[in-house]
């Protein structure tokens, strides 16, 4: 694998998100001589609005999760046309781990076994064993808060520190649960709560979702990059990959890119790893089409790339209190969580489940927006000062994350009318939501209705579905054993071209009620280790 041109990269890493900063720190580490383009910036946690008072504005432009919002050079649009769905994400060092809220779950054993347990989908090549050594490295590096013993989960998982206090929004939420013999747990979330390992402890901004800047939250840009370009990593920003090229003999010889100044360059590399997303990866593979591979790169045995796009659909209740909350409080992620009805139930009419979270509401605007897409002006009325009185710090929100199956009809292609600043397509996102997950969201959204009733609150407004809730992206490069019905094997090396990897959520063969970033990693590092373990064998260019 290791090449003696100074010019050529040993590995050359597409994204500078969770798994690429994964990829990134662990190669360097074993000593492998790593370059990664990244098409966004650095971002210093001192441009984050959480700490200042214009937070709840700025909010809603520079810092929205949904980049056709955002609307910034570094991004690339996406054409939604055609999708129930929009894709939320960010481009630049971390990743959209800059904005996520850091909720930290492992599958559960059954999500890797859907078709044996349930007669669906397909069963993934890998389990939940073999990816444990890699969830309790990750949760070490990441500095997992949380309380153990869940009886949901298997035993053997270790919390690094004590968990988030569940606050009055969580103690108001348990006591429908309570009322209702159904199971709840303290949520686990990789932000600190005491120092670790040059990060702070949390201060309860509740800012999460727009960045952290306390320095808490375990974005990957602190959590892996900081020691990855400690290693000898070389992160080359504002790089906007047109193209993987390939040689005579169909391997991967590195990566043509766009710089920040817009001039086209190249980066020669022995290995590639696409650490792109979900959209982004199958968007650049599928622009390396060539003679060797005209459907796009990678995609001559399956014919499946960039389809079976899954994006986890996410529906809300609100729920009003009469009592002071302090719901302003973070962590912005789940106060507590909820697997009761996780699992299959064939009674219900649909099959596969859902997680619940419990989410405090900050400020007004949050409030008042809600999780639709009217303007926020639109909701400032003649009675906006008594609607504050009454839901200002007294309000909570029941998230639920449906288990979205693969279907080979929704999907990421190229888009034939919209592009990014540099003039390449942008990706275009066809997907429907299937009539399973409408009847589980429906299921779900009663009980949860249910919940809010027994625990005394006044009042409740639903959400369902959300249409801007697309951060869980998975499935559009699956893996599998056989060629024909998935796109790389089970370590992530392509069926096709022998020195390309994929290591992001595209591998999934399904995406499980969960979030999705432990199991990314944990994919991601297991197949880092492989690499590790075959380097000498593995095929280069020459």
């Known amino acids: 694998m290791a090449s003696g041109d100074q010019n050529v990269a040993d590995v050359l890493i597409i994204g500078g998100g969770a798994s690429g900063g994964v990829v990134a720190k662990h190669l360097t580490d074993a000593g492998v001589r790593v370059v990664c383009l990244e098409q966004g910036d650095h971002v210093d946690p001192s441009e984050f609005a959480g700490d200042k008072p214009e937070w709840e504005l700025v909010s809603k432009k520079r810092w929205h999760p949904n980049p056709n919002r955002r609307d910034i050079e570094t991004d690339y649009p996406t054409d939604v046309r055609d999708s129930d769905v929009e894709p939320m994400m960010y481009c630049g060092v971390g990743g959209s781990t800059l904005l996520y809220t850091a909720m930290w779950m492992r599958f559960l054993p059954s999500d890797f076994r859907v078709k044996t347990l349930d007669g669906v989908a397909d069963d993934w090549p890998i389990t939940y064993e073999d990816l444990v050594p890699y969830y309790n490295i990750l949760d070490e590096e990441l500095g ?41 747990w303290p949520g686990s979330n990789t932000i600190p709560t005491e120092p670790y390992r040059g990060r702070n402890e949390c201060v309860r901004y509740g800012t999460c979702s727009t960045g952290c800047p306390q320095r808490a939250k375990s974005s990957f840009d602190q959590t892996h990059w900081t020691f990855a370009i400690k290693n000898g990593a070389k992160l080359i920003t504002r790089a906007r990959v047109k193209e993987i090229t390939v040689n005579d003999s169909g391997l991967a010889t590195g990566a043509v890119y766009i710089d920040r100044n817009g001039r086209e360059r190249r980066q ?17 593979l599928l622009m390396s089409e ?32 009469e009592e002071p909350l302090e719901s ?28 619940w979270g419990i989410t405090p509401v900050a400020g007004p605007f949050s409030l008042r927006g809600g999780q639709d897409n009217d303007p926020i002006i639109n909701a400032w009325d003649d009675g906006i000062h008594s609607v504050f009185d009454q839901t200002v710090g007294k309000v909570f929100e029941w998230g639920v994350i449906a288990e979205d199956l693969p279907e080979e009809h929704n999907r990421v292609t190229l888009s034939d009318e919209l592009t990014d600043s540099d003039g390449l397509p942008a990706p275009k996102i066809n997907y429907k939501t299937s009539e399973n997950t409408r009847k589980l969201l429906d299921w779900h959204i009663e009980r949860v209705i249910e919940a809010i009733e027994a625990s005394g609150c006044t009042g409740y407004t639903v959400s369902n579905p959300v249409r801007e809730c697309g951060w869980h992206l998975s499935g559009t490069a699956r893996m599998g054993t056989d060629p024909e019905r998935s796109v ?55």
Not at 268 to 279: D, F, H, W, Y
Not at 302 to 321: D, R
Request: hydrophobic share 40%.
């Open 268 to 284: 020669k590399a022995n290995v590639v790893i696409m650490c792109a997303s979900s959209i982004g990866t199958p968007r650049i």
């Open 328 to 355: 302003w409080l973070g962590p912005a992620g789940h106060t507590i969580y909820s697997l009761q009805f996780y699992e299959t139930d064939k009674s219900r009419g649909f099959v596969r489940g859902a997680k």
């Open 144 to 184: 997992l808060a949380g309380l153990a013993g869940d009886p949901a989960y298997p035993p053997g998982q270790r919390m690094i520190m004590p968990p988030h206090p569940i606050g009055k929004v969580g103690m108001k939420a348990v006591k429908g649960m309570d009322q209702l013999g159904w199971h709840w």
């Open 290 to 321: 060539s003679g060797k591979f005209p459907n796009g790169l990678g995609n001559n045995s399956s014919g499946l790339l960039g389809k079976n796009l899954m994006m986890h659909p996410f529906s809300a209740v609100a729920a009003y209190s």
């Open 488 to 542: 790389v094997n089970e370590f992530g090396v392509s069926h096709d071209v022998e020195n390309l990897l994929v290591c992001d959520g595209s591998v999934f063969v399904t995406c499980s009620g969960l979030h999705p970033t432990a199991t990314i990693t944990a994919s991601a590092l297991r197949s880092v280790d492989n690499l590790l373990q075959n380097r000498y064998n593995q095929r280069v260019p020459l």
